[in-house]
């Protein structure tokens, strides 16, 4: 009982480890959000920013869909 509870213990906190960096598909997304490749990840997409040059739009709230 105690491995169980050991292993399912593991396999929730390293859950977030695997998770993907991914952008949004344009021409899957809703409509709300245009025809933009919208980052997931707030540190992802400054640090792009940075790199690029380019200024940076954030939006925090859900899209409502």
């Given amino acids: ?25 344009p021409e899957s997304q809703p409509a709300e959000l245009g025809l933009v490749h919208w980052y997931r990840n707030v540190d992802t997409g400054i640090e792009l ?3 690029s040059g380019k200024p940076i739009f954030l939006q925090f709230q859900e899209v409502p869909g």
Wanted: aromatic share 4%.
């Fill in 1 to 25: 009982m105690k491995i169980a509870l050991l292993v399912a213990l593991a396999c929730l906190l390293s859950a977030p480890m695997f998770a993907e960096e991914s952008t949004t598909d």
């Fill in 49 to 51: 920013a940075k790199d």
